[in-house]
């Protein structure tokens, strides 16, 4: 088990994230006798973005965490083993995490590896509208979409009283071609067939959305995600040039083979993840300043309490004591984040910056400069965004 670095905050124990400890389950699995016949497979959960971006405040764990599985995963391929990411993300595709893994980890992502026009977030989102696609429906989404989430087929997405009468035994249809425009995918497999001479290459068989049956007593969906599934086999060596030169279209072929992308991340997305950073830094230095001295400025009024308490009557030093009690013990609680969290929390950012900063300075010298990055993703940004023009793209 890899802890990531970044695991949000102890303060929204409401959201409870940093309770359970973000980070990745590892495993190795033997495929065969061969010494590199070995897949490693790394589980994961991302933070939750509970807000719309860019007022995500968990943006800056999220991206962090992005990068800390996509090294692993590019770890296992350069050791030569099948690399197979996979959980829930809690991002979109070709978001700027989906983006980080692809990029820095030889992986693809299997259902854009069979459906390379499937949404990039829910209708209703505006990178989605922007692309001037039709109001999917429950089938369309699952079946070409691969929507996990937020599906009106999922009775954990009902409102609150169509799920009383759910409780009640009192079901209601969702009929498959329902519209459905609040739906996406937030969860992934990733896949890679590892790197080097001799290693083996890999095909998409299948890919679908699972898991959308229900409870046969409680009625209600078994998650409040579905499950993305895939059947993925080994592909001839001979046929490998044939598959990466053939055209793949929105209907499946009877294989997709897995060819690494190209893509990378220029100086500017690196410059655009450093400033994140830097935002986020600034937001814990202050943390850390307003918590010590809300905890000193406590322990200032614990001891005027107790001193006050010699010259006053019962009943009035009863009630310094308990405010001193309650008051110091919510200092000791701001002191104890702010001085032991939000420190270490400033070191995991240092890190992370730094590696950054090497990266961006690796991309420099490979020469991923503007031009190219503006070649390989502009498109994808317009399809996120939408008419972009190129000061902001730049930026």
Not at 56 to 85: F, N, P
Not at 165 to 178: A, I, P, R
Not at 294 to 321: D, R
Request: charged share 25%.
């Amino acid at each position: 088990m890899v802890r990531y670095p970044l695991n949000g905050r102890p303060t929204a124990f409401f959201r409870g994230d940093w309770f359970v400890g973000k980070g990745v389950a590892c495993a190795r699995l033997r495929l065969g006798p061969g010494k590199k016949d070995i897949a490693e497979v790394f589980c994961t959960h991302l933070h939750a973005p509970y807000e719309s971006e860019p007022n995500d405040s968990y943006i800056c764990h999220r991206t962090a965490q992005a990068w800390e599985i996509a090294k692993l995963m590019r770890g296992a391929a350069e050791r030569g083993h099948v690399v197979i990411g996979l959980g829930d993300f809690n991002m979109v595709p070709l978001s700027l995490a989906h983006r980080i893994i692809e990029a820095r980890a030889p992986v693809r992502d299997v259902w854009r590896v069979v459906w390379p026009d499937s949404s990039i977030g829910a209708h209703i989102n505006p990178q989605e509208k922007a692309r001037g696609m039709s109001v999917p429906s429950v089938a369309y989404n699952l079946e070409r979409n691969g929507a996990t989430c937020d599906s009106v087929f999922n009775t954990w997405r009902w409102d609150k009283k169509e799920q009383k009468m759910l409780d009640k035994g009192v079901d209601k249809e969702v009929g498959l071609d329902e519209a459905d425009e609040k739906a996406k995918r937030l969860d992934y497999i990733f896949f890679g067939g590892g790197e080097g001479e001799g290693a083996r290459k890999w095909r998409v068989d299948e890919v679908r959305v699972g898991l959308t049956g229900r409870h046969p007593e409680l009625l209600c969906s078994l998650s409040d995600h579905f499950s993305v599934e895939a059947v993925i086999s080994c592909l001839p060596s001979e046929t490998v040039s044939a598959a990466s030169s053939t055209t793949t279209t929105n209907s499946p072929t009877p294989s997709h083979a897995i060819i690494p992308q190209t893509t990378h991340l220029s100086p500017d997305i690196f410059t655009d993840i450093s400033h994140m950073i830097h935002t986020y830094n600034a937001r814990e230095r202050r943390q850390r300043r307003l918590r010590l001295s809300h905890f000193l400025a406590q322990v200032s009024i614990s001891i005027g309490c107790f001193v006050a308490i010699w010259w006053s009557p019962n009943y009035v030093s009863f009630i310094l004591i308990l405010l001193s009690t309650l008051g110091l013990s919510a200092g000791v609680i701001d002191g104890l984040i702010g001085g032991l969290f939000v420190s270490s929390e400033i070191r995991a950012l240092k890190e992370f910056e730094w590696e950054i900063e090497n990266a961006r300075a690796i991309a420099r010298s490979e020469g991923v400069g503007e031009e190219t990055w503006r070649e390989g993703l502009v498109g994808k940004v317009e399809a996120e965004r939408g008419d972009v023009d190129e000061e902001e793209i730049g930026a």
